[in-house]
């Protein structure tokens, strides 16, 4: 019997990607029920994770329910890798959390998956942009240096003449 064995950390499966950052201003949680098991809802925080990474979610910090409502009024970054091929594209999934009293933890009360290819895309095509500015673009031309980029500069400056 024959086995071949494979170096498994030597296998990167993952896709190209550039790297993004996704800025959220988050508004507030609505329609939250009043209480779970006897135990009201006073206290709700989010936790944002991007699928296919391996960085730290990011949370909010908790913000008090007042009638079935709670503003949380955060702006939240996070970074991401945008691959290169949409297929790949990341979702980003938030959760809602309950904050019950200090020893009793916190109690999950939904989950939302945000799918990200819209911004992915946006983010590749003001890439592609900026290459096609620089004039970048193709495939075939190397990117420009600062060097390169000054000596461009300099033979686009025409003399003014005094007329």
Same mark, same amino acid.
């Given at each position: 019997?024959?086995?071949?064995?494979?170096?498994?950390?030597?296998?990167? /499966?993952?896709?190209?990607?550039?790297?993004?950052?996704?800025?959220? =201003?988050?508004?507030?949680?609505?329609?939250? /029920?009043?209480?779970?098991?006897? !135990?009201?809802?006073?206290?709700v925080f989010c936790k944002f994770d991007v699928s296919g990474d391996t960085k730290e979610p990011v949370i909010t910090n908790k913000h008090a329910v007042i009638g079935g409502a709670s503003n949380v009024l955060e702006v939240i970054s996070?970074?991401?890798?945008?691959?290169?091929?949409?297929?790949? =594209?990341?979702?980003?999934?938030?959760?809602?959390?309950?904050?019950?009293?200090? !020893?009793?933890?916190?109690?999950?009360?939904?989950?939302?998956? /945000?799918?990200?290819?819209?911004?992915? =895309?946006?983010?590749?095509?003001?890439?592609?942009?900026? =290459?096609?500015? !620089?004039?970048?673009?193709?495939?075939?031309?190397?990117?420009?240096?600062? *060097?390169?980029?000054?000596?461009?500069?300099?033979?686009?400056?025409?003399?003014?003449? *005094?007329?």
């Amino acid at each position: 019997m024959l086995i071949l064995k494979f170096p498994i950390d030597k296998i990167d /499966i993952k896709p190209p990607v550039v790297p993004g950052v996704l800025s959220m =201003a988050i508004i507030g949680l609505r329609d939250i /029920i009043p209480s779970i098991d006897l !135990f009201p809802v006073k206290k709700v925080f989010c936790k944002f994770d991007v699928s296919g990474d391996t960085k730290e979610p990011v949370i909010t910090n908790k913000h008090a329910v007042i009638g079935g409502a709670s503003n949380v009024l955060e702006v939240i970054s996070l970074e991401i890798d945008v691959p290169l091929d949409l297929e790949y =594209a990341p979702v980003l999934t938030v959760y809602a959390y309950d904050h019950v009293m200090g !020893f009793l933890g916190t109690r999950l009360l939904g989950v939302a998956n /945000i799918p990200l290819e819209k911004y992915c =895309a946006k983010v590749l095509k003001k890439m592609q942009g900026a =290459a096609n500015a !620089f004039g970048t673009g193709g495939h075939h031309h190397q990117p420009l240096q600062l *060097n390169d980029i000054k000596l461009k500069n300099k033979m686009l400056k025409v003399p003014r003449t *005094n007329a």
